[in-house]
Structures are given as C-alpha cells and as structure tokens.
C-alpha cells in the first residue's frame, strides 16, 4: 500500500531538473548554451556534417535537433549504449532542419548531462544532488534503479490485462540517460512533510534557486495560499 514515505518514480519531468542544473551552470558562467554538441559528445553524428555542426546545446534542450520524436528510443529498450545511439544518428532522415522545429528526444537529451558533467567536474548524480536534491532536503530521490529498489517502499509499475492489472519490472535502459528519464525513468522522490513542502521544492527548482533564496520562495508560496 502507498503511504507517506511510498516513492514515486517522476518519468520525464527529470528534464526539468537537468533543465535547472544548465540553468545554473550557465548563470556560473561555467556553460555556453551556443556550445555545439558534438564538441561535448564526440560521437553525436546526423545525416548531414552540416546539421552535426549546428546543433547546439540549447538545441538539446528545446528538442530541436531535427531528428524523429523518440529517435530510437527503441535501440535504448534493446540494451544499445546511448553513446553508440548518437552515433547511428547519421542513418536517420530528419523531419526538420536544425532549429526549425520540436521533437521531443531522450537519448539526445541526455548530451546536456555530459555537459553538466564536463564543466562541474562531478557526474551527473553528484551534481545534482550537491546543487538540487540536497539544498532542498530531498534525501531519498536518486537518479539509478538501485536507489529506487533500495527504499524498500516504492510504486512499482502495472500494466493492465483484461480487467486485472499486474506488476511489471522497472528495467534498466531509461537509467542510462539519467538527464532525459522516460518511460522507465531515473529520477525518484519521496514526499516530505505535506503539500506546501512540495510546493516549495518545486518552485525553488524550477526557478533555479535551490541553495538560495529558499526562505523568500517559501515565504512566497505561503503568501500566495489561501
């Protein structure tokens, strides 16, 4: 049964924290949004040595790198490394140029935890729990299979059959690309101490100010309840 302390696994929203950690990168001065992705992700190719050039980091982020909604995410199911997804990235016809359009992407995405990564000098988890997950006191939301399982409390996923639902395993692929998440993703959090709390994490990350400033967004949130 799900109580309090059940965890819960947040599936793509973990784009939103790799989002915040580029967010406060770049307001370091650490990262450059206009840099090329393949200069962060050697083996970043598409069909066209033009299009390979042009893609930049914002483009990662704002899904406009031109490929297929879900470029072969089915290769991530399958067990094929990102790193070599990236590669065979040159033998996809894009839908778009560069720039022109949305097309939501996980294992392109993640290209913006290798640059998280490069410029931190921390792997992605690291980083993320020194700047989010620990100014904000969220102790049990991890970025790996490992830490979901180790919980003990956790939702597993269901599937329906008829009219009965059953459990399915929580595999690893998704865990790969920690940045991006997904169908089976990598970020889990546990509820702390009600409401208003989630409120205030939520707004302290997704305005990127996770070790600052907590007090006046919470002093915030709570002029703004009824």
């Not at 299979?145 to 919980?151: A, D, F, K, Q, V």
Request: charged share 20%; with cysteine.
């Amino acid at each position: 049964p799900v109580d309090a302390d059940t965890v819960f696994r947040i599936a793509s929203l973990s784009k939103g924290f790799a989002g915040t950690l580029a967010a406060m990168a770049v307001q370091d001065g650490k990262l450059d949004l206009s840099t090329r992705a393949i200069s962060v992700a050697p083996q970043f190719r598409l069909r066209s040595a033009r299009d390979t050039e042009t893609v930049t980091l914002e483009d990662v982020l704002s899904h406009r790198t031109g490929l297929p909604p879900y470029a072969y995410d089915n290769l991530l199911e399958a067990g094929t490394p990102p790193g070599e997804i990236l590669a065979k990235y040159k033998g996809v016809r894009p839908i778009c140029g560069v720039h022109d359009c949305f097309s939501y992407q996980n294992t392109a995405f993640n290209v913006i935890a290798t640059a998280i990564e490069q410029v931190s000098g921390r792997s992605y988890e690291a980083e993320l729990r020194a700047r989010i997950l620990d100014p904000l006191g969220m102790t049990a939301t991890s970025v790996t299979r490992r830490g979901l399982t180790e919980t003990g409390n956790w939702a597993r996923p269901h599937r329906r059959r008829g009219q009965d639902w059953y459990a399915v395993p929580v595999t690893e692929p998704y865990y790969r690309v920690p940045a991006a998440g997904g169908a089976l993703p990598p970020m889990v959090t546990r509820p702390v101490t009600g409401p208003r709390h989630h409120l205030v994490a939520h707004r302290q990350a997704t305005i990127g100010v996770a070790d600052r400033d907590a007090d006046a967004v919470r002093s915030q949130i709570d002029a703004e309840a009824p």
